[in-house]
């Protein structure tokens, strides 16, 4: 996400304020999730009682994803309602920045 759609992205985010509990999935690799995380933190939405984020891997090293659990690619859109569906039931794990 680049220019404006940056800025569409960071009001969209500052909206999450409101909530005491809130999910986001991101849908990209290892740089998107640290951007996401990134500006989480700028906003002080990681202090909030409930802050979980979900990865969709759709980039080129998907790492994170991987360690996780959650496969290296998601490469067939078929799966994406059973995947949705997973996400939904997932556990939730801490993570040291």
Known sequence: ???SNSLCFLC???LFQKFDNFRIL???GDGSVGWVLS???K???HKQA???LGVLPLGTG???ARVLGWGGSCDDDTQLPQILEKLERASTKM???
Request: charge should be negative; aromatic fraction near 0%.
């Open 95 to 97: 993570l040291d920045r």
């Open 39 to 41: 500006e989480i933190d």
């Open 62 to 64: 998907n790492d994170l």
């Open 1 to 3: 996400v680049t220019g």
């Open 26 to 28: 991101v849908c990209g």
């Open 12 to 14: 969209s985010l500052r």
């Open 43 to 45: 906003l002080s939405l």
């Open 50 to 52: 409930s802050c979980q």
